[in-house]
């Protein structure tokens, strides 16, 4: 393995050394260790879309100066990091005949009563700035600091700064009760399990079931679930759970009108009323083709319209105001972005559209406030009817006895018209969206078109987006999965009007990050999953490791040159599963299903007869690790159809077999469905997150009977049996 380096004459120009100086990385090592280096008009565009200047050799030097005053007008850094039970220093910009003093404010108010230490440079370091020279104290924070978010002020001389001080704990604590016995669970997509009540499109009132039954029929820990993030406020809403319009909120189509406290205080006519709406759709339950995200919103939005203006008992007024006071000005941006989408439609990228003509504090918002007041409000309603559904779904399933409950899944971004950036554009980069540079599997790249959260700001804010973010997914769930976790490493910025080769490495602050999920963690006693697939740098996973987040292994991908690694050899800090929403179920595997999809799709860059050949090689490796394990006979190879269900529960045997801490089981091979839910590199091409659960012979399975089907519940002995 050999590449090479960056030369000592690169690494000195002033254009490598601006965009390093911003986290920005002017080389990166690819897939196969082929080794690139980022052109200036890259670096040029990224370090613009940053806020900084670098068209020529006078502005490199501007921004520089620029980032340097930055630096040394400040004693210390807007956010600062402490990891509990250890001491650990903050570096303070001093003169040299100053002597700095720092007290810590503690998130109660409370002012802590230990003592900062001061450890003086021998100023050799001292370096001129402002007529002055300015050289780095140490002040020493004791190791007793409380686990929480402070606030750190430092003074010296007649100067003096604030910080947000995230005192972290060192690790995420891995609930004794699940290190003893390893807990497993189910991995399904909500929105495609419906019951005889939904509305064409699984809701919370489902996830309620779904939990409960899952616990009580087949003694399940946990359901992970799609992520919930908000959606459009009309249609046509996006299927996509990761493309969200904001990662603060739910998404309120989830919602289950009948479930509503106020639904009992109906009228008999507005009763009639929202019955007929739901008979209207409620046929759309037995499709088993194709869901109809539309068709169900179409319906269930004046039925959630009756309910609101029906009104709400002195109390329950009392909570909904303390809902909104509690998420304030968030919930006011999004909720006006939903009214400006419900009235002025939907956002586009030209630049006459609303979203670009006008911000959040622009008069003619305010004036579309004022006109629909009633209209802002639902929108809050309809978070606040979401955050109870989500919370009682969560409290059924802790009361059933499940150990973790929801598994929540938090998307990498959010769309680039949405909520999140139309309500503070100043957290996210301004040019660029997030993606991947060329590899094996894409060889053009990929563009998410999600813009990324700008770092400096997050530092700059002591990381309160993220954090505030990270405590609404835990307020009702055990466990969170990240998505692309290796974002919070590095993220690959993509400059607009730009291929997704012609991108560059951002770097993250991955302690503070990682730090914050261990907080969050921790306070919820909750369980952080890292999707870590594909091609992740050893230090990435030895960090997550170190911090106690969980890695994933996928069955199929446990490969060696060619070779399926044995089980007994996974790495046991992970969850395991067979597939993952991006590939095929078990059933759809054994019958090359996703071969001949990518194929129908003209995805294939090779021909269909080759790579059909080598998806037979691949699988009969698989096979042939199964047997000698002793899960599957090898006689049944001779009809794998044949015996569909004894290998793929031979698949799932193989996983209990594994050290890994958490087992995730598909509901999808729970009752032999065999068509893929996302299938990547296609939008309209094919249905992606609109495939209808079904069984083996087609037919759809509802949330009645899915915890009872045959196939599932000898499954579930399997996990029984084997775990």
């Known amino acids: 393995m050999v590449h090479k380096t960056e030369s000592d004459f690169r690494q000195s120009r002033p254009l490598i050394r601006l965009a390093k100086s911003l986290g920005i990385s002017s080389s990166y090592v690819g897939q196969s260790h082929d080794y690139h280096e980022i052109s200036d008009e890259v670096l040029i565009s990224v370090i613009g879309s940053m806020g900084y200047d670098a068209s020529s050799d006078e502005k490199i030097r501007e921004s520089s100066r620029r980032i340097r005053a930055q630096e040394y007008s400040r004693l210390i850094p807007h956010t600062v990091l402490h990891v509990q039970g ?14 700095p003093t720092g007290t810590i404010t503690l998130e109660d108010g409370r002012t802590f009563g230990g003592r900062l230490r001061v450890e003086a440079g021998d100023g050799s370091a001292a370096v001129p700035f402002q007529n002055t020279f300015i050289t780095k104290t140490s002040l020493v924070l004791p190791v007793d600091i409380p686990v929480g978010y402070h606030r750190l002020t430092v003074k010296a001389g007649k100067s003096s700064s604030e910080a947000t001080l995230i005192c972290a704990p060192k690790r995420i604590p891995l609930d004794r009760d699940l290190e003893l016995t390893r807990p497993w669970g189910w991995m399904a997509q909500l929105y495609s399990i419906r019951s005889g009540e939904s509305w064409g499109i699984g809701d919370f009132a489902d996830l309620s079931r779904l939990l409960v039954d899952a616990k009580r029929k087949t003694g399940a820990d946990f359901m992970m679930i799609n992520p919930l993030h908000a959606s459009e406020p009309v249609t046509p809403l996006t299927p996509s759970p990761y493309l969200p319009s904001s990662r603060n909120f739910l998404n309120f189509t989830y919602i289950h009108p009948e479930t509503i406290e106020e639904y009992s205080l109906l009228g008999q006519e507005s009763v009639d009323k ?68 419900d009235k002025w439609g939907e956002p586009t990228h030209d630049n006459s559209s609303w979203i670009h003509a006008f911000d959040i504090d622009s008069p003619e918002v305010h004036k579309l406030c004022s006109q629909y007041p009633d209209t802002l409000s639902f929108y809050e309603w309809l978070e606040w009817i979401a955050d109870e559904q989500f919370e009682a779904a969560q409290r059924n399933a802790k009361a059933a006895g499940m150990r973790i409950g929801i598994m929540a899944d938090l998307a990498v971004g959010v769309h680039s018209l949405g909520s999140d950036v139309w309500g503070n554009p100043e957290r996210y980069a301004r040019g660029a969206t997030v993606g991947a540079p060329p590899d094996y599997f894409n060889q053009q790249g990929q563009n998410w078109s999600q813009p990324p959260f700008e770092p400096h700001n997050l530092a700059e804010t002591g990381y309160k987006v993220y954090r505030e973010m990270i405590h609404s997914m835990f307020a009702h769930a055990g466990a969170l999965r990240i998505d692309h976790i290796l974002g919070l490493f590095r993220l690959w910025w993509i400059p607009s009007g730009r291929g997704s080769q012609d991108g560059a490495y951002v770097n993250y602050d991955p302690a503070v990050m990682l730090g914050i999920l261990a907080i969050e963690a921790q306070r919820a006693n909750g369980v952080v999953v890292g999707e870590d697939l594909g091609i992740v740098p050893d230090y990435v996973r030895e960090s997550l490791k170190s911090h106690g987040i969980l890695g994933c292994v996928v069955e199929w991908f446990e490969q060696r040159d060619g070779t399926f690694v044995e089980p007994k050899d996974w790495t046991a800090s992970a969850v395991a599963s067979l597939n993952t929403h991006d590939m095929p179920p078990a059933a759809g595997y054994l019958r090359f299903e996703h071969v001949r999809l990518r194929d129908s799709l003209h ?16 699988q009969r490796s698989l096979m042939n690790v199964l047997v000698e394990g002793g899960w599957i006979k090898r006689e049944w190879l001779t009809d794998i159809r044949g015996h ?10 193989a996983l209990c077999a594994s050290p890994c801490k958490l087992l995730a089981v598909s509901i ?17 091409e094919y249905p992606n997150w609109r495939i209808p659960l079904a069984d083996s012979n087609g037919d759809v399975v509802p949330v009645e009977e899915l915890f009872i089907h045959q196939r599932l519940q000898s499954l579930t002995h399997v996990m029984h049996r084997h775990c």
């Open 603 to 618: 995805l294939l860059t090779e021909p269909l007869d080759q790579v059909m050949a080598a998806a037979r090689i691949e």
């Open 644 to 653: 569909e269900q004894d290998i793929v529960e031979g698949q799932y045997k």
């Open 86 to 99: 250890a001491e650990s220093t903050v570096q303070v910009n001093t003169t040299m005949l100053e002597s």
């Open 668 to 684: 999808a091979d729970g009752v032999g469905e065999g068509r893929t839910q996302n299938q990547p590199g296609t939008n309209n």
């Open 274 to 341: 929202i019955s007929k709406l739901h008979d209207s759709v409620k046929e759309l339950n037995a499709n088993s083709e194709l869901l109809d995200r539309d068709a169900m919103w179409h319906a269930k939005m004046p039925a959630l319209w009756t309910v609101f203006k029906a009104g709400r008992t002195f109390e329950r007024q009392q909570q909904f105001d303390a809902f909104r006071t509690r998420r304030g000005a968030e919930l006011t941006a999004y909720a006006t972005w939903c009214l400006a989408y």
